[in-house]
């Protein structure tokens, strides 16, 4: 079977299974009241990724990356960002939630965070990326603001970081976080989706986005999720990580 034929059934195969079900509470993240869902891991860890949402979206578009990153043993967690246009004050609350995290303030403390962002969310998620307990960023087809305010961030940033890009196009204002590929001083990793739109790197996406910014294909969508759980294995579910969250459990 082709890559890409194994690929969409692997997504279906998830899509038939029931998704795990968040637990959503409130949370206060740079002085807001905001909501956030925790998908916890069938373990007791030490580890969480934490995914940032677009512009004028929500944290329900990331709910299948987010389950299947708690699937495979990471607490996952995906606020709504406090602030609608403002992605300085959206990385201080991003950089308020590790802190939470790592202080125990949300279940048992963690020690490493993956910060991922899409569009809107991936500039907020790379201003946050040099907050102490991040050890790796993800940019999923980042958007940046005129002026290069990501790309400044880009330039002096150490945390690993990988990115994932849809091709040129209206909805992520035709490339413009692409500079930030030869800025990053730690990047591992670009990738640029083929006939990939902005819409196929929410999980799930909606008729809105898809309306605005064209059709969202499963085995697209997949590629992403595949690329998010290496992250993770790579940078999360290390051997040392994995010893950390086992000692936590006392089962």
Known sequence: MAPLGLLLVLLLAAASAPLAQPQTRDITLDGRLTLIDLYPPPRPTAVAIVFAHGFMRSRATFAEHAAAMAADG??????????????????????DLVGQLRAGALGPPVQRVVLVGFSAGGLAALLAAGTPGVVGYVGLDAFDRPGGVGLDAARTLTTPARTLRAPS???????ISTPWIGALKALESDRVIDGATHCDFESPTDRIC?????????????IVRQALQQAVRDWLLTPATVFTAAAADPH
């Open 74 to 95: 990471v607490l996952a967690a995906v606020p709504d960002l406090p602030y609608a246009t403002d992605s300085r004050k959206n990385a201080r609350a991003l950089a």
């Open 169 to 175: 196009s209206f909805c992520n204002a035709y490339g």
């Open 210 to 222: 898809q309306l605005f910014c064209g059709r969202a294909d499963p085995a697209r969508q997949a």
